[in-house]
């Protein structure tokens, strides 16, 4: 798209401004509880409480606890926005689970370990979280809120269901793994998809009727794939945004291939609505058009970090010695070179409410059920 000059570039700036720094929409309470699966992207604590004493070096988190960024993520947003208390995570056992739980885990996988090792993909660490294992987790948290299926049933279909984001992991782990690209795309996509799918599926037989879907975020920008598979040829990255193309060109192709199959399992369970929440677009503006949303210092550096053109560094990486944080994480889009900072997470969460980036956007969900 051609750049803008002028009082109209300066009225795009403004409304970017106000996007950045404007809280989520409140909306009317519809949603009972939230219920979170996924990775770092939205894990508020998980990782930290299952792998307390196992784990030399673990790194610290500031606040909020253990979430992989300076502050909220885009699930503490949205549940800000609906009127739902941030999300408990389902390892800290013992809690009141009934406005919802979060499952989700830093490092989780949509596929089982069991594939991984079968295909020779040992770059993984050695955890049990991945999706199979959160939906295990799902159902003993529903044995502590609901005593019977019917009333679980009921219960589930006034409750909000953020599945994902998911198969970011796995095609990392394949990329550690020397995997080529079109073996990721022809071997492990259709996989991770159906995967996907099929939890989501296991999800309405319980009762759950919306179900959000985040897609794949373009990781050819992250300055930790951009440290750790540098190219001489510059052919191998984007011109408008310095991204690794192949990267990003997997990501592309898991989140067309997952919103096919979404928009099948829509017209195979007419009931439910599942909305299609966009994670690529929104990045990939900001690698291109930092100025625009107010990042200052781009989006391919990490605020907090070891050093290097892209302030990554595996033996000094966030919250280990060495590390350093900036004065001004807001003018980042990357926290420590592998996740957002608060900033773009408040923007991303605004855009799945009210639009554009969310197919359709939750406001518009849940307007339509009150007066239905």
């Keep these: 798209m051609e750049r803008t000059s002028g009082p109209s570039w300066c009225i795009l700036l403004c409304v970017a401004a106000a996007w950045m720094v404007a809280e989520a929409a409140p909306l009317p309470r519809y949603y009972n509880a939230i219920f979170s699966f996924g990775d770092s992207l939205s894990d508020t604590g998980n990782f930290v409480i299952i792998n307390s004493g196992k784990l030399p070096n673990m790194p610290k988190f500031p606040p909020p606890y253990a979430r992989c960024s300076n502050g909220r993520l885009v699930i503490d947003f949205l549940a800000e926005a609906l009127g739902v208390p941030l999300l408990p995570p389902s390892a800290n056992k013992g809690t009141n689970f009934s406005q919802g739980a979060n499952f989700a885990v830093m490092g989780a996988t949509a596929l089982d370990l069991k594939y991984f090792k079968d295909n020779n993909v040992w770059s993984i660490p050695p955890f049990n979280t991945s999706m199979n294992c959160q939906l295990e987790w799902f159902h003993e948290v529903k044995e502590t809120i609901c005593s019977s299926p019917q009333e679980c049933k009921d219960f589930f279909t006034k409750a909000l269901f953020v599945f994902g984001e998911l198969g970011g992991n796995d095609y990392s782990f394949a990329a550690k793994a020397d995997w080529s690209t079109d073996k990721v795309k022809t071997k492990m996509v259709p996989k991770v998809v159906e995967s996907i799918i099929s939890g989501i599926e296991a999800l309405l037989d319980e009762g759950a009727r919306h179900v959000l879907v985040p897609s794949n975020l373009p990781v050819g920008c992250f300055p ?26 997997v990501a592309l192709y898991h989140n067309a291939r997952l919103r096919v199959a979404l928009d099948q399992l829509q017209r195979r ?15 990939i503006q900001f690698a291109r058009t930092p100025y625009l949303y107010g990042y200052k210092r781009g989006a391919l550096r990490a605020c907090c970090g070891g050093g290097g053109p892209y302030n990554y560094n595996m033996s000094a990486s966030c919250g280990l010695p060495g590390a350093t944080v900036c004065d001004d994480p807001d003018a980042h889009v990357s926290w420590d070179g592998i996740h957002l900072t608060e900033a773009p997470y408040r923007f991303i969460a605004n855009t799945w409410l009210k639009g554009p980036y969310a197919h359709p956007p939750l406001a518009s969900v849940v307007r339509e059920d009150m007066a239905y």
Excluded: H, Q, V, W
């Design 224 to 249: 930790i794939m951009l440290t750790l598979f540098p190219f001489e040829d510059r052919s191998e990255y984007d011109p408008r945004t310095g991204c690794i193309k192949k990267f990003n060109g």
């Design 269 to 283: 369970r007419p009931d439910s609505r599942i909305i299609y929440a966009d994670f690529y677009t929104p990045y």
